[in-house]
């Protein structure tokens, strides 16, 4: 899961198999998340969001998951592919548009 | 098409130097925001503007400067009162309103201070 510090938390799957990035966050007042994909020297892109009300979400191959009761969030991949490889982090919108972020994980996805 | 945009991609400036990097939205929005990006860390917002001719500090102001004239523009002057800049800067913007919308981020611009 992703954690304050100098080196990301990394993640290598093969091409083909599921991908399960977690985020735990902070404020049990945030009630909206988004995952974001952001590629070397780019800026990061929307993939998936979740209001507290929800647990779960579908979009074109990825589910986010929110457990609020240990305030933990997850993205799932499926059928990972090469152009998959990027650093995914999640947003917390704790009030007042404002989004706290956290550090990323490094999703290598191998031939 | 619509975004965002900053420009430029890099920018190199002398220690000691004032220098601007702008952004530029398209998608009539009322906010806007700027972060700094550091190797293994987080986002950190550096100010925000919810409204033309506002904009409030984020948690890491100091040493830079913006203006909301217009709608469309946020630019971000980097001070020479910021003791390390070299960093990934990212403009971004959102409708506002509500705590349920995303932001939409730049391309980013990759400052480095010799």
């Known amino acids: 899961g992703e954690s304050v510090g100098l080196h990301l938390p990394t993640l290598s799957v093969q091409e083909g198999d599921n991908s399960i990035i977690n985020c735990a966050y902070s404020?049990?007042?945030?009630?909206?998340f988004i995952w974001y994909k952001q590629e070397s020297g780019k800026g990061p892109q929307f993939i998936i969001d979740i209001r507290s009300n929800m647990d779960k979400r579908q979009g074109q191959r990825v589910t986010v998951l929110l457990n609020k009761t240990v305030k933990h969030l997850s993205l799932q991949i499926a059928a990972t592919q090469p152009g998959d490889s990027a650093v995914y982090f999640c947003a917390e919108n704790g009030g007042g548009n404002q989004f706290y972020f956290g550090t990323g994980t490094s999703l290598t996805v191998i031939p | 098409d619509g975004g965002i945009t900053q420009s430029p991609k890099y920018l190199f400036r002398k220690e000691g130097q004032n220098v601007t990097l702008s952004c530029e939205q398209n998608?009539?929005?009322?906010?806007m925001y700027w972060y700094r990006q550091d190797p293994g860390q987080g986002l950190r917002l550096i100010y925000y503007?919810?409204?033309?001719?506002?904009?409030q500090k984020g948690d890491i102001a100091e040493g830079y400067s913006v203006s909301r004239e217009k709608k469309e523009s946020f630019p971000l002057t980097v001070t020479s009162a910021q003791k390390n800049p070299t960093a990934f800067y990212l403009c971004?913007?959102?409708?506002?309103?509500?705590?349920?919308?995303?932001?939409?981020f730049g391309p980013g611009t990759r400052l480095t201070v010799l």
């Open positions: 503007s919810q409204i033309v001719n506002d904009f």
């Open positions: 971004a913007s959102s409708p506002g309103g509500t705590n349920y919308n995303e932001q939409f």
């Open positions: 404020n049990s007042a945030s009630d909206y």
């Open positions: 998608l009539n929005h009322d906010a």
